[in-house]
């Protein structure tokens, strides 16, 4: 009946078929962004996601257990699951292999039959016909019905009929897609390999049980082997919570877990608190880290305060401890994630990352409400702890509030309220400001001597300012260094509904710009700084306001030719360029700024014409939060593993 209907509708001719057909993938290679975001670093990412996302709906759908990544010394790469395999037979509508089909055409996305897939991830759900659209080559191999298909295609055209390309008398099934990259559309053609890594660990975490192999076979190890990784998590979520609070000291023993459905909606929690003073949640939908929170972010709060607050003072303990509890107060010190899948997830916000369905909000309050309670009910030792750290939460805020509200009151009082250190710029248009955070008062001097007084202002900051990763709110306003940067930043800290929240519509520089020293103070204190700015003003980082200075490492000299260089590939190719006639040239290593004088200061690092500039970016929320906490944090022990591992490729001092 189906296949009857659809006969007679189908277009008679096959080639024209084909035509449109092709000019569905054109529109991709037209506009990339459109369906990938961007043809950047990140779009060049997504296509590898858009493959593994298949692989794992296959997974999820009960089919697959082994995921195969590779990626090739040639940047192309190879994606292998022991599901199903793409069904090869003909399409009833299209009049040709079903492999096809969804390899070529826009939105086919391979999901066919609906029943099958719970939920389907892909940020755009565009499919792997659109990864193949994005590519120089590509070829999908299908184990299926004893057999080995194979089709190949070129910018997503195939080149020729899906064929048998060998026996398979096992019966193995699975597919394979290997692909490389249109370098005619991606500005970047090299993949990265801890991208791809802190993805499929991601993917681990939200899909218990599933295997995930990763093997990069562009370069070798130690023992000539290709650098290789497996994720695999039974714990799940569990698990995800204590990966990301390894670093910290817990204030119960196991995570608290929770899984129910409603509504056609799927819920998984998992919640741990530690003894810190900031909080780390992460949530997810249908495998999509939704970084901008949303309905399933607002239901977990929900129930979360509302069911410690009940528990609280049934026992009388907020009566006793004579506070006012707000639900700030109960996210001090929390991890968690938050996994939803959603049948039609409706992304909103500026980056398209916010859940927006409405059931989900009372899905996941409903859900996490009930086990949260009886969790409560039978695990007295621990609600006693989280109670306690809301309570003194709550007591830590009223002393934050006094003490934010002096150095704030200050600021509207006293003159201009603009710290005495500062050297303000003339420009009064934030646009066109910047401030530079200058390590130390010698090269705050060279910074002011040196700088275009008309727009740029210098902050000297003395010594290193306080870890804020190990202090409490109240005390970080004691701080000289740190008042000094939020007044002059001219922000606000704090709205009354939520204390934590930042009002960023003041600041007075747009570029805010950290300059320290070439050696391990001054990366020390970099470190310092930006975790000041993770934790507290987030914001500035998110809408891009913050960079780091790059002064230079050496300057070669030979007479009157002077060479500023940034990297040693640069002081050699210097050294030879100015021993051309005979004698070596000078080599001088900065080490301070302070060894530079003004005029160098200018011309090297501060000057908009010659310097460079990088700006911070918060890359994800959970490798930023994992790597402050580690590297700020109380346990000594990762920070000394990821010191030791990363010695070589990463800028961090001990
Ligand atoms: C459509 C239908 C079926 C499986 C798949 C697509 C499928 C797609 C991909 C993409 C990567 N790996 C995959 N594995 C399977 C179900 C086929 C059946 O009923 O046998």
Redesign the pocket.
């Known amino acids: 009946m189906e296949e009857l209907k659809v006969a007679v509708g189908a277009p008679q001719d096959y080639s024209a078929d084909k035509i449109q057909v092709l000019e569905g993938l054109e529109a991709v290679r037209k506009r990339p962004s459109m369906y990938i975001g961007d043809v950047g670093l990140k779009g060049l990412h997504h296509l590898v996601w858009e493959?593994v996302d298949?692989?794992i709906?296959?997974a999820l759908?009960g089919?697959?257990t082994d995921i195969n990544v590779e990626i090739h010394p040639d940047n192309s790469i190879c994606?292998t699951?022991n599901?199903?395999?793409?069904?090869t037979g003909m399409h009833p509508k299209e009049k040709r292999s079903?492999l096809e089909v969804?390899l070529t055409v826009l939105h086919a996305g391979?999901?066919?039959?609906k029943e099958?897939y719970k939920v389907s991830g892909g940020l755009h759900g565009v499919g792997?016909s659109c990864v193949n659209a994005l590519s120089k080559d590509l070829r999908v191999t299908v184990w299926?019905d004893g057999k080995v298909y194979q089709q190949d295609y070129q910018k997503g055209a195939p080149l020729y009929d899906v064929k048998i390309v060998g026996e398979n008398p096992e019966n193995k099934t699975?597919?394979q897609?290997h692909f490389w990259p249109d370098e005619t559309i991606f500005l970047h053609t090299v993949y990265k390999y801890e991208t791809i890594a802190n993805r499929l660990r991601e993917l681990s975490y939200l899909n218990a049980g599933i295997r995930i192999h990763l093997k990069d076979l562009r370069e070798l190890d130690d023992n000539n082997q290709p650098v290789a990784e497996s994720f695999h998590s039974e714990g799940g979520l569990k698990e995800f919570v204590e990966y990301l609070d390894a670093s910290r000291v817990r204030l119960i023993d196991e995570p608290i877990y929770v899984k129910g459905e409603k509504h056609d909606v799927s819920v998984e929690v998992a919640v741990l608190y530690n003894n810190s003073y900031s909080e780390n949640v992460l949530s997810y939908t249908n495998n999509i880290n939704t970084i901008e929170g949303g309905t399933h972010v607002s239901g977990f709060y929900r129930a979360l305060t509302r069911t410690l607050k009940s528990y609280a003072d049934q026992g009388g303990m907020l009566e006793k401890a004579k506070v006012e509890i707000t639900g700030n107060d109960f996210r001090e010190g929390l991890t968690a994630v938050i996994s939803v899948k959603v049948h039609e997830p409706q992304f909103e916000g500026q980056t398209k990352t916010k859940l927006g369905n409405s059931e989900v909000m009372g899905a996941v309050d409903t859900i996490v409400g009930e086990i949260l309670k009886i969790y409560l009910d039978e695990n007295p030792k621990a609600a006693k702890m989280i109670v306690q750290k809301v309570i003194l939460a709550a007591q830590a805020r009223q002393a934050a509030r006094k003490a934010r509200e002096m150095v704030q009151r200050k600021s509207a009082l006293g003159g201009s309220g603009l710290p005495g250190k500062l050297a303000d710029c003339s420009e009064k248009n934030p646009e066109l400001c910047e401030l530079y955070l200058v390590e130390g008062d010698s090269a705050g001097g060279s910074a002011k001597q040196g700088r275009n007084r008309r727009y740029q202002a210098i902050l000297p900051l003395r010594g290193k300012i306080l870890n804020v990763e190990k202090a409490q709110e109240h005390r970080i306003y004691d701080n000289e260094e740190i008042k000094n940067i939020i007044t002059a930043l001219g922000i606000i800290f704090g709205r009354e509904e939520d204390d934590r929240a930042l009002n960023i519509t003041k600041l007075r520089y747009y570029k805010v710009i950290i300059m320290t020293d070439a050696d391990v103070d001054g990366s020390h204190i970099r470190t310092l700084i930006l975790t000041l700015f993770f934790r507290y003003m987030r914001e500035i980082i998110e809408k891009g306001h913050l960079y780091i200075a790059q002064p230079p490492l050496y300057l070669v000299k030979k007479g009157k030719k002077e060479i500023y260089c940034w990297d040693e590939n640069q002081r050699e190719q210097a050294v030879r360029e100015l021993s051309g006639s005979g004698s070596a040239p000078d080599v001088q290593r900065y080490k301070g700024l302070g060894e530079m004088n003004p005029e160098q200061l200018w011309e090297t690092t501060m000057n908009p014409d010659t310097r460079s500039l990088k700006k911070v970016d918060v890359e994800s929320a959970a490798i930023s939060d994992h790597l402050f906490s580690m590297l700020m944090g109380d346990e000594v022990a990762p920070r000394r593993d990821f010191i030791e591992k990363n010695a070589k490729y990463a800028n961090v001092d001990a």
Do not use: L, Q
């Open positions: 493959v298949n692989s709906d296959e759908a089919y697959c994606v699951d599901g199903r395999g793409i069904p079903a969804v391979g999901k066919f039959d099958n792997v299926r699975g597919t897609v």
